[in-house]
């Protein structure tokens, strides 16, 4: 038994170093006391992967056009001085459309005829003088060089006659193009020009949708430009008329991109229908066939090392394991994977962020994850 007589200790100094010995003891007996440490479980959002079709669907819009559009234009310049057909309008061959001022053309007309008068009485005069040498050669009273030279004078004003004639009938055609007139059946869709403007030769003045077969035209991007052959057969809708549905077939490709939108020209033939009018937004509809592939939500894609990666859960130790994933496409809903999943994977969705290698996860519930499911989170 502990006495402070024995150490030659006072009462309260050997209290005081009771207490001390005390504390030592409990100190000693919690170090020793293992410590318990609670293993981190996440719980976590996730997708099922389900298969993925084997084609996609291509849509793009364009507008109802004719085949066949003329734009119509003089083959004289001149100033317009008549127009006589609006947008919308009708027309036929022989129609006529507008004017331009013919009165110097007309003068033409008048100067070659007087030109043509002149020529026929040269050939008149010429004639005579071959004649007349003609005789006096035969009773030798002129060599055969002067027969020669009035033969010679003679087809030289029959040249020109003949040439004032053309001038004459090209001044006259002249005259007539100062008409503009349709040259098929169809509907005016543009006027280009008006009463008052002058206008060059070939300047587009109305423009004329030829009656017969319409078309759509799309502009279709360089990835998917391959899936677009003359002759395939695609699907129209009208935005007008849900439906109306046709189909059609790709007529033309064009064989370059345009410059500033990197797109290409396709046109597609429409079968003949009433209900479908110029100017109408059509939406060309068309299957491509595709390598295999899943969708994942945009958040459930990763990068580790470098890598495009994504979380794929172990549904037997429930634990995160990074996998490796090739990428097709992004789409509008998420991003396509074309190799790296298999249908029936379980995808961490979100807090990609937070994964570890082996990192122990908590599963939804069955109903929630029924419920994930109904709302579109396992995606196809």
């Known amino acids: 038994m502990f006495s402070p007589k024995a150490f030659g200790m006072s009462i309260p100094v050997a209290a005081k170093f009771a207490a001390a010995l005390v504390i030592a003891a409990a100190l000693s007996a919690c170090s020793e006391e293992k410590v318990e440490t609670k293993e981190v479980i996440r719980p976590v959002k996730v997708v099922e992967v389900a298969g993925g079709g084997s084609v996609r ?16 234009g003089f083959r004289v310049n001149g100033k317009i001085t008549e127009r006589l057909v609006n947008i919308g309008d009708r027309v036929k061959p022989g129609d006529l459309l507008a004017r331009v001022d013919p009165t110097d053309y007309q003068l033409a007309v008048k100067s070659a005829e007087a030109t043509l008068a002149a020529a026929e009485k040269q050939v008149e005069t010429t004639a005579l003088t071959r004649t007349r040498a003609e005789q006096l050669f035969t009773k030798e009273f002129s060599s055969k060089a002067q027969l020669d030279q009035a033969a010679l004078l003679y087809d030289q004003a029959v040249s020109t006659r003949d040439a004032a004639a053309s001038s004459l009938d090209q001044a006259k055609n002249q005259v007539t193009y100062t ?8 509907i005016v869709t543009a006027i280009n020009a008006d009463i008052g403007q002058v206008v060059g030769t070939g300047t587009p003045v109305v423009t004329v949708a030829v009656d017969g077969e319409k078309e759509v035209q799309i502009a279709v991007p360089e990835m998917d430009i391959s899936e677009f052959k003359p002759g395939k057969t695609v699907k129209a809708r009208f935005w007008s008329d849900d439906a109306l549905v046709l189909d059609g077939k790709v007529r033309e490709v064009s064989g ?3 410059q500033q939108s990197r797109t290409f020209s396709v046109r597609v033939s429409l079968p003949t229908d009433p209900r479908v009018l110029l100017g109408m937004t059509a939406t060309i509809e068309a299957v491509a066939n595709a390598q295999p592939s899943v969708s994942i939500p945009l958040s459930a894609l990763a990068e580790k090392d470098g890598r495009k990666v994504v979380w794929v859960v172990d549904r037997d130790s429930s634990t ?25 994977d379980l995808v961490v969705a979100a807090g990609t962020q937070f994964m570890t290698e082996d990192l122990k996860v908590k599963l939804p519930a069955a109903e ?12 196809r």
């Open 57 to 72: 669907e291509l849509d793009y819009s364009g507008s109802v056009k004719a085949r066949t559009e003329m734009n119509l």
């Open 179 to 186: 008409d503009l007139k349709s040259d098929q059946n169809g």
């Open 256 to 258: 370059s991109a345009d």
């Open 320 to 344: 995160v394991h990074a996998r490796d994933v090739k990428l097709a496409e992004f789409t509008g809903d998420g991003v396509r994977v074309a190799e790296g999943l298999e249908q029936g």
């Open 368 to 379: 929630q994850q029924a419920a994930l499911t109904e709302t579109g989170e396992v995606l």
